[in-house]
């Protein structure tokens, strides 16, 4: 009986012993000599499944990798799954990614709440959650996320470019907010809270809220006019957006209106609202519009065209979306490229949070990509652009966000 | 005081939008005793095949009048291939369908249109927005529109057979079926005449809030308050309760509770009127014998 007790008890130290040191050394999961995996949910269907044409780039452009030898003798292997937009299908999505199919790490996951269920499971699995597809700034959060690192610059650096502005060239403004009330919203008033500092009571009137499932926001619309702001911020998605540009213009009203730049798009919020009714709207953007006539014959777009025309021919040349997975994509090249030849998750990381003036074709000219082990928002500089009533003109020079 | 003035107004206008869809509930709600919840779904399908008929290049009101008959013998389907297979399951299977009917008009419609937001066009110009910019044409067009559907319905329900019988045969159908009301067809006539109200409802909402597969969704539980408050069993009652609970949401929202609480003002009145008086300010209590 002692005997066999006691060989147990050496068995499991020789376990454990054995164990020590793996639990110390570079882990390394999904990477063979030939091989890395790579993990990415995004919705193929359902309502949000406009955004899918941003994982058939990502598809197209690492095929294009490996048609070119892939990366240190490795070819990319992209798991790209349909998610619906729905978090707990996500959740699902990324255990099976994780567990099952033991992906390197996870690369451009799209959507705030998507992102926010799986951001607790990703991080107690010290998996790699990178260049995330959200603008949410609390993928900026080495101290509580350390593996959790965002890409395009966050709604609350956005504010922080408008605050700028509005302090600089409308110095004793009034300024009424409309936010949507939810994590999206909430973000351009912390942004606004940093971009004025102290000031902040001096020029915000008034913050107005309204929730997803309202019918209308006409009520707040007549508020904000009664509060006798000059100057309007809209933090909401394209259906709010557009009633708001309109009631506004309704309203005879003419504020100097500052415009998310999530509901920027053309298609979905000016023509719906009206273009003529839009003239003079103010909004940011860090890429190049590929519908813009500046970008004809820009060398970075033309990058990007001629990457399009061998290997998604059929794409939609106006689309943001296939702009937007060129860029993060090229980011993350450069990441896997400064990995040398060890791809573990520690080193990935590492690797993901040293970036240094990265220049991508895609982004507006003096617009580079910079991370730090404490700066996890790789793009923190916009610039304006103003609605002419036919496009959207950018103007001024490039403002960086004022938060760490 | 200008401020309050133009809530209400503005209360005003949001509450037409509520009364009309709050309509469509009513009407379903005295032909079949069932409160449908796919009714705005439906409504925003109905809502499609009119901007599809307009793109394709009918005028405005050539596209309204195929829209509602179209809607019409949808809703009529519905019933007999759908519902008529249910008429002696527990109520619960209907609602169970209900939300299965909701989830599938959203989808297809999301499928065959996409979810991009679209611009809807109103027939009544674009022209400059009346009593200081807070009403536009379009806005007192659709009240109008509300209002004669309204009447239409009373009067079919007070004064033709046709609506006798259909209110027969939701209220007490073993009966009916005894005296010879034909219970099935006046369901399915109910339902269709549901599907037609909702279309006019959707095309007069549309233009407001912009048209997309999740346009109702805001929309009918509002209308659901309206109707309630009124009177789910009486057109004038759920018209004028839609207005009320536009005016309450609005003053509420810019006064009282703030604009975080609006959607929990529809809810307290819907759970206030069903507390206090379930047949509505302006409904009948109706007792049936068992």
Same mark, same amino acid.
């Given at each position: 009986?002692?005997?066999?007790?006691?060989?147990?008890?050496?068995?499991?130290?020789?376990?454990?012993?054995?164990?020590?040191?793996?639990?110390?050394?570079?882990?390394?999961?999904?990477?063979?000599?030939?091989?890395?995996?790579?993990?990415?949910?995004?919705?193929?269907?359902?309502?949000?499944?406009?955004?899918?044409?941003?994982?058939?780039?990502?598809?197209?452009?690492?095929?294009?990798?490996?048609?070119?030898?892939?990366?240190?003798?490795?070819?990319?292997?992209?798991?790209?799954?349909?998610?619906?937009?729905?978090?707990?299908?996500?959740?699902?999505?990324?255990?099976?990614?994780?567990?099952?199919?033991?992906?390197?790490?996870?690369?451009?996951?799209?959507?705030?709440?998507?992102?926010?269920?799986?951001?607790?499971?990703?991080?107690?699995?010290?998996?790699?959650?990178?260049?995330?597809?959200?603008?949410?700034?609390?993928?900026?959060?080495?101290?509580?996320?350390?593996?959790?690192?965002?890409?395009?610059?966050?709604?609350?650096?956005?504010?922080?470019?408008?605050?700028?502005?509005?302090?600089?060239?409308?110095?004793?403004?009034?300024?009424?907010?409309?936010?949507?009330?939810?994590?999206?919203?909430?973000?351009?008033?912390?942004?606004?809270?940093?971009?004025?500092?102290?000031?902040?009571?001096?020029?915000?009137?008034?913050?107005?809220?309204?929730?997803?499932?309202?019918?209308?926001?006409?009520?707040?619309?007549?508020?904000?006019?009664?509060?006798?702001?000059?100057?309007?911020?809209?933090?909401?998605?394209?259906?709010?957006?557009?009633?708001?540009?309109?009631?506004?213009?309704?309203?005879?009203?003419?504020?100097?209106?500052?415009?998310?730049?999530?509901?920027?798009?053309?298609?979905?919020?000016?023509?719906?609202?009206?273009?003529?009714?839009?003239?003079?709207?103010?909004?940011?953007?860090?890429?190049?519009?590929?519908?813009?006539?500046?970008?004809?014959?820009?060398?970075?777009?033309?990058?990007?065209?001629?990457?399009?025309?061998?290997?998604?021919?059929?794409?939609?040349?106006?689309?943001?979306?296939?702009?937007?997975?060129?860029?993060?994509?090229?980011?993350?090249?450069?990441?896997?490229?400064?990995?040398?030849?060890?791809?573990?998750?520690?080193?990935?990381?590492?690797?993901?949070?040293?970036?240094?003036?990265?220049?991508?074709?895609?982004?507006?000219?003096?617009?580079?990509?910079?991370?730090?082990?404490?700066?996890?928002?790789?793009?923190?500089?916009?610039?304006?652009?103003?609605?002419?009533?036919?496009?959207?003109?950018?103007?001024?020079?490039?403002?960086?966000?004022?938060?760490? | 005081?200008?401020?309050?003035?133009?809530?209400?107004?503005?209360?005003?206008?949001?509450?037409?939008?509520?009364?009309?869809?709050?309509?469509?509930?009513?009407?379903?709600?005295?032909?079949?005793?069932?409160?449908?919840?796919?009714?705005?779904?439906?409504?925003?399908?109905?809502?499609?095949? %009119? @901007?599809?008929?307009?793109? !394709?290049?009918?005028?405005?009101?050539? &596209?309204?009048?195929?829209?509602? #008959? +179209?809607? *019409?013998?949808?809703?009529?389907?519905?019933?007999?291939?759908?519902?008529?297979?249910?008429?002696?399951?527990?109520?619960?299977?209907?609602?169970?369908?209900?939300?299965?009917?909701?989830?599938?008009?959203?989808?297809?419609?999301?499928?065959?249109?996409?979810?991009?937001?679209?611009?809807?066009?109103?027939?009544?110009?674009?022209?400059?927005?009346?009593?200081?910019?807070?009403?536009?044409?379009?806005?007192?067009?659709?009240?109008?529109?509300?209002?004669?559907?309204?009447?239409?319905?009373?009067?079919?329900?007070?004064?033709?057979?046709?609506?006798?019988?259909?209110?027969?045969?939701?209220?007490?159908?073993?009966?009916?079926?005894?005296?010879?009301?034909?219970?099935?067809?006046?369901? %399915? @006539?109910?339902?269709?005449? !549901?599907?037609?109200?909702?279309?006019? &409802?959707?095309?007069?909402?549309? #233009? +407001?809030? *912009?048209?997309?597969?999740?346009?109702?969704?805001?929309?009918?539980?509002?209308?659901?308050?309206?109707?309630?408050?009124?009177?789910?069993?009486?057109?004038?009652?759920?018209?004028?309760?839609?207005?009320?609970?536009?005016?309450?949401?609005?003053?509420?929202?810019?006064?009282?509770?703030?604009?975080?609480?609006?959607?929990?003002?529809?809810?307290?009145?819907?759970?206030?009127?069903?507390?206090?008086?379930?047949?509505?300010?302006?409904?009948?209590?109706?007792?049936?014998?068992?």
């Amino acid at each position: 009986m002692m005997k066999r007790r006691s060989l147990l008890a050496t068995a499991g130290a020789a376990l454990a012993a054995s164990r020590i040191p793996a639990a110390h050394a570079a882990t390394l999961v999904g990477v063979t000599d030939t091989e890395i995996k790579i993990g990415h949910t995004i919705p193929y269907s359902g309502p949000a499944s406009a955004y899918g044409v941003i994982g058939q780039g990502h598809t197209a452009f690492f095929k294009r990798v490996n048609d070119k030898g892939g990366i240190a003798g490795r070819k990319i292997n992209l798991i790209s799954l349909d998610d619906g937009y729905a978090p707990p299908k996500t959740v699902e999505q990324v255990r099976r990614l994780v567990e099952q199919d033991q992906v390197a790490f996870l690369f451009n996951t799209l959507g705030t709440p998507n992102n926010t269920a799986i951001q607790k499971y990703v991080n107690s699995k010290k998996v790699p959650h990178l260049f995330l597809s959200t603008g949410a700034d609390k993928w900026g959060d080495p101290e509580h996320f350390p593996w959790t690192i965002g890409w395009q610059p966050s709604y609350r650096t956005e504010a922080q470019i408008y605050a700028k502005y509005i302090m600089k060239n409308r110095p004793g403004a009034k300024v009424a907010v409309l936010y949507q009330n939810d994590d999206f919203g909430k973000d351009y008033i912390t942004g606004f809270k940093d971009g004025f500092g102290k000031d902040y009571a001096k020029y915000v009137v008034k913050e107005f809220s309204f929730e997803v499932t309202d019918a209308t926001i006409d009520s707040q619309a007549v508020s904000m006019q009664a509060t006798g702001a000059d100057v309007i911020l809209t933090a909401a998605t394209p259906k709010f957006a557009a009633q708001m540009i309109r009631k506004v213009s309704d309203m005879d009203w003419k504020p100097l209106h500052f415009l998310t730049n999530v509901s920027s798009s053309v298609g979905a919020v000016i023509t719906p609202a009206g273009p003529e009714r839009a003239v003079g709207i103010i909004t940011s953007a860090y890429g190049k519009d590929p519908t813009d006539p500046t970008w004809a014959n820009d060398a970075g777009m033309n990058e990007w065209r001629a990457f399009m025309k061998e290997y998604i021919p059929t794409g939609d040349l106006t689309d943001g979306g296939y702009v937007f997975s060129y860029g993060v994509c090229t980011t993350l090249m450069q990441m896997l490229k400064q990995c040398g030849t060890d791809f573990s998750r520690e080193n990935v990381m590492k690797q993901a949070t040293s970036l240094k003036d990265l220049y991508i074709p895609t982004l507006l000219p003096g617009i580079t990509v910079s991370t730090s082990p404490t700066n996890f928002h790789p793009i923190r500089q916009m610039q304006l652009q103003k609605w002419t009533g036919k496009t959207w003109e950018l103007f001024g020079e490039i403002i960086e966000g004022t938060g760490a | 005081m200008d401020g309050f003035i133009h809530q209400i107004i503005s209360g005003i206008a949001s509450g037409g939008i509520y009364a009309s869809v709050a309509l469509a509930l009513v009407m379903i709600y005295q032909a079949t005793h069932h409160v449908n919840f796919a009714q705005g779904e439906m409504a925003m399908f109905s809502t499609y095949i %009119a @901007l599809t008929l307009i793109q !394709a290049g009918l005028p405005y009101w050539a &596209a309204f009048c195929i829209t509602v #008959p +179209v809607s *019409f013998v949808i809703g009529a389907l519905i019933q007999r291939v759908v519902m008529e297979p249910l008429s002696k399951a527990p109520v619960l299977a209907s609602v169970g369908v209900f939300i299965g009917l909701l989830l599938t008009f959203n989808s297809v419609a999301g499928w065959i249109f996409t979810y991009t937001l679209k611009p809807f066009p109103t027939p009544f110009g674009e022209g400059k927005p009346l009593f200081g910019g807070f009403v536009s044409r379009h806005e007192l067009g659709s009240t109008a529109i509300t209002l004669v559907v309204l009447l239409s319905i009373w009067a079919f329900f007070r004064f033709t057979k046709l609506g006798l019988a259909m209110r027969a045969a939701a209220f007490n159908p073993v009966s009916s079926r005894l005296v010879g009301v034909p219970v099935a067809r006046m369901l %399915a @006539l109910g339902w269709g005449l !549901a599907a037609g109200i909702g279309a006019i &409802a959707g095309m007069m909402v549309a #233009p +407001v809030i *912009f048209l997309d597969p999740n346009m109702m969704a805001g929309v009918l539980l509002y209308a659901f308050a309206g109707a309630l408050l009124g009177g789910i069993t009486n057109p004038l009652g759920a018209v004028i309760g839609g207005f009320i609970v536009g005016i309450i949401e609005n003053l509420g929202g810019a006064y009282v509770v703030g604009t975080e609480l609006k959607l929990t003002t529809a809810l307290f009145i819907i759970v206030v009127v069903l507390t206090v008086k379930p047949a509505g300010l302006f409904g009948k209590t109706l007792v049936s014998r068992v």
